[in-house]
């Protein structure tokens, strides 16, 4: 369920993401868009495993945010993800944060997230 905070929404990512779980996310994503939110995190903290079907959802969603007008950002404190993401060049496309507050620090200056 996405949690609004600071200037951006968070949606918590629980589980795989296959074909059906991006489209509701990209749901989501579109419902809070037209309610104004542009700047939008994918918490991956609850996630167990980061596989390729997820990371492959990943960029299906920064896309369609992208084309939309808005930004995404991922949220990781899994050091064995933060290395996937790495080795995948996925750290170069998407601004990767800790938690909230240390999106929110970076976000006060500027509500877009740099991509």
Do not use: K, N
């Amino acid at each position: 369920m996405p949690v609004v905070s600071y200037e951006f929404e968070v949606t918590r990512i629980e589980r795989s993401l296959d074909r059906v779980g991006v489209e509701r996310l990209r749901s989501r994503i579109r419902t809070s868009m037209r309610s104004g939110a542009q700047t939008h995190l994918l918490d991956l903290r609850p996630l167990a495993v980061l596989d390729s079907q997820t990371l492959a959802a990943l960029i299906r969603v920064l896309r369609f945010v992208r084309e939309s007008g808005g930004s995404v950002g991922l949220i990781v404190d899994q050091e064995h993800f933060l290395r996937i993401l790495s080795i995948t060049a996925l750290d170069r496309i998407f601004p990767i944060f800790r938690d909230e507050a240390a999106a929110a620090a970076v976000l006060q200056l500027d509500t877009a997230i740099p991509a």
